[in-house]
């Protein structure tokens, strides 16, 4: 047998392995049916290798077709070579700096997109903005790799560069920055008083505490005289799924907050704790496009309980979970398991949540740790939707939104 054919046997049998692995775990059958796209996708790999005009190189090809394979079905789903699988490894116990993005990868574009660089990070000193697309990193272009494998390229030893090539929108040519990785603590929950007796509350992130921070924030603002609170979740994210669920509890002292859901995984409900209720005042939430995943369990909680007003524009559409599988030969498949839901059924994932009052802004003003409404940032009418928030919080109509 030649080196080709037995190359080829060698590269049908991983698919063989591959598709068992993932079939199981999606809880696929194995039937007739299953297999009969497995055998097309063999028969073509057979005629790459028989026919096409050059010699292919099979391994990169097999590569694409399976992150193709994974990213078709969400774009937090990859497929790991051994080497990348082990880069991500290492990647997660050494290498203590990194730039501080959120990002997704855009199907349509093929490119990994910014939801929102973190608050106060090297990427947002550096001048990266929501919604840029990423083209390359250190020269490696995007359109190749998932978000695991972006990851990594921009995690690295503290004070070392990353170079970007950003495509923006309003700009034909192409922005090139270099960014260097530094280490950060995740920023912390600010709060201050406002006029009228209006407390406003900053989430910049949801990582591990934010919930018992957010807590004493708002006792420490009630005990300042605040009569009607602002919580602003815009470009604020994080994966600390179950500190939204946190947050969302100290306003809600009844309902359903949110629940979770997978083909594997059973319903699982998050329900409001009446024991950790802290706040019962009049409540407006601040929401933009780059307001995703723990962010969203919060807002659409309040707005499905009728807790408060949300107020901004609708925000990313990122609420699934994922897992890591490995897989024979040293691969591995991140998979999304399950997703969060509102209280009603509503998927946040790829939909997000819809303001109750829409106010488009095209930049807001909490950045590198100010907040709006303060001496420190200007005036709170520069801030169109914290403007809004406001003006909704001093109507009549606003108390009868309070829990119970």
Known sequence: MSYRNKFL??????????????????????????????????????????????????????????????ESLDPYSTYLTAEEYRRYQKSRTSGDGDIGLELSKERSLGYIKVIHPIEGSAAEKSGVKPGDIIESIDGVTTRNIGLVQAGYLLSGDAESKVELKIRRIGRSEPVLLSVSRERRLPPSVRGRLLKDQIGYLRIPRFVDGVSAETREQLKSLEAQGARKLVLDLRNCGGEAFEEGVGVANLFLDHGVIAY????????????????????RLPLAVLQNSGSASAAEIVSSAIKENRRGDIVGDRSFGKASVQQLFALPGGAAVLLSVNKYYSQSGQVIQARGIAPDHEVRQASIRPTSGKDPGGADSGPEDEDLQLKKAIEILNSSAVPGREAA
């Open 9 to 70: 046997v060698i590269l049908v049998s991983t698919v063989l392995v591959f598709y068992c692995v993932v079939g199981g775990l999606l809880g696929r059958d194995g039937g007739g049916q299953s297999y009969a796209p497995l055998s097309i996708f063999i028969e073509v790999l057979a005629k790459i290798q028989g026919v096409y005009v050059e010699d292919p190189n099979l391994s990169k090809v097999m590569h694409g077709a399976l992150l193709g394979l994974l």
């Open 260 to 279: 979770s859901e997978g083909q594997k995984s059973p319903r699982k409900e998050f329900v409001a704790n009446p024991e950790k209720v802290v706040s």
